[in-house]
């Protein structure tokens, strides 16, 4: 005869299996050890099956629903890992990786808006921790972000984040910071292949600004002149204090000679508008098309004040110059322009060696890219390679003498 404690076992387990409790009740049949066996053996059903079951026991074992993500997403079950991955919140580690693998997962699926903010996520995450944890997964999704900060021709963005990265990481580690920005800097404007990945990115997520941004001014670039104004004039109705999206909408206006609309846009714009460059420039490219020299001459130098490097804007400024008769500037702005495409194709040649070779800058690599910076007038880039100069050879004396007069990077006093 069974004993009275079989019979009230049997009576518990019986009532939590109706109160759909059994897993409380009950032990993981198998470990996650043994899983991650199954996972290795590529056993891919069975890993998933011993996952689910394992979760219904372990509800909050956020590496288990991280192991179970990523099951997921190499089966192409990419909403089911998004629905794991977001079960792991907070600042621990868990969550860092799962930010990241979350951002991968949507980059997938086109949903670039909200990848970006999960690799955001991703370094915000780090930065709580103790010490930040630069040389792994926050450096992937930096490299992400800056993917999409290419892709989407957001320069100031691309920018902000590696001076970030610079500021953040040890010393030795700064050097391959500049060298992603020298290689956002040169990057090229996206070629006609890309902008049915662009397509994808606005139909995947109509909200996606920055894309439909970009498509806007590929249409324009490729021909489909009407498609594009559109866009970029949805963009610019949504974020009127976006610079950026205005400078891409008065280039657009200007492309298709609509001066009349570009100086409406210009007339109206933000009060920071007046520190941006590239508004500048195009304010002097308006002029000068409407053969406001004068005008013209003013707004060139501006944008020249504020960034020095624009070899188009000195190329403009020296065909505004040759209207208004000044040889001496016009040739003065046209020598700088050559020396700027020079200057431009010597960064491009380092830049690709280094690349190629797998290479990182030795003293004097350093102190050439440093350099070339400083006679671009990049000053904040050639401080952080004079810098790095110094780094790999404390007596370099014309690093030493380049810091005296420039100064250390300002980047790293805020």
Excluded at 64 to 87: D, F, V, Y
Excluded at 251 to 267: F, S, Y
Excluded at 339 to 350: P, R, Y
Aim: aromatic residues 6%; proline residues 3%.
């Amino acid at each position: 005869m069974a004993s009275w404690k079989g019979y009230a076992a049997a009576y518990i387990a019986g009532g939590l299996t109706v109160f759909g409790l059994e897993w409380w009740y009950s032990a993981p049949s198998v470990s996650l050890t043994a899983i991650r066996k199954a996972i290795d053996a590529r056993d891919l059903e069975k890993a998933k099956s011993q996952l689910v079951s394992y979760l219904r026991h372990s509800p909050d074992d956020l590496q288990a629903h991280l192991m179970l993500a990523g099951l997921l997403t190499e089966r192409g079950e990419h909403e089911g890992s998004l629905k794991h991955l977001s079960q792991i919140q907070g600042t621990c580690t868990w969550a860092l990786e799962a930010r990241f693998r979350e951002g991968k997962v949507l980059r997938e699926l086109n949903r670039v808006r909200e990848a970006e903010a999960a690799w955001i996520e991703c370094l915000t995450i780090d930065q709580s921790q103790n010490p930040p944890d630069m040389g792994g997964i926050a450096r992937y999704a930096t490299a992400e972000l800056l993917k999409v900060y290419i892709f989407q021709r957001r320069r100031r963005d691309a920018e902000d984040l590696l001076w970030n990265l610079y500021r953040r990481v040890p010393p030795a580690d700064r050097a391959r910071a500049m060298l992603a920005l020298l290689k956002a800097q040169l990057r090229q404007h996206p070629r006609e292949d890309v902008m049915h990945e662009v397509e994808k990115f606005v139909a995947a997520d109509p909200e996606d600004d920055h894309s439909r941004r970009e498509l806007g001014r590929l249409y324009v670039e490729f021909g489909e002149e009407k498609r594009g104004r559109e866009l970029l004039k949805t963009y610019v109705d949504r974020r009127p204090e976006d610079l950026e999206s205005l400078a891409a909408y008065v280039w657009c206006l200007t492309e298709q000679g609509d001066l009349p609309a570009a100086k409406d846009v210009l007339a109206n714009l933000p009060v920071d508008a007046g520190r941006n460059g590239e508004l500048w420039h195009l304010r002097g490219v308006v002029h000068e098309l409407s053969q406001e020299w004068d005008d013209a001459a003013d707004c060139l130098r501006h944008a020249l004040a504020l960034e020095p490097w624009r070899r188009e804007t000195h190329a403009h400024l020296a065909n505004v110059l040759r209207h208004l008769g000044d040889r001496a500037g016009t040739q003065q702005h046209e020598d700088r322009a050559k020396e700027l495409l020079q200057i431009i194709e010597k960064l491009n040649k380092v830049q690709e060696t280094l690349e190629a070779t797998l290479a990182m800058p030795d003293a004097e690599t350093a102190f050439m890219l440093a350099d070339l910076h400083e006679k671009g007038g990049r000053l904040e880039e050639a401080r952080a390679w004079y810098v790095e100069t110094l780094r790999l050879d404390v007596r370099h004396a014309e690093a030493k003498a380049a810091i005296a007069r420039l100064g250390r990077p300002t980047v790293l006093l805020r």
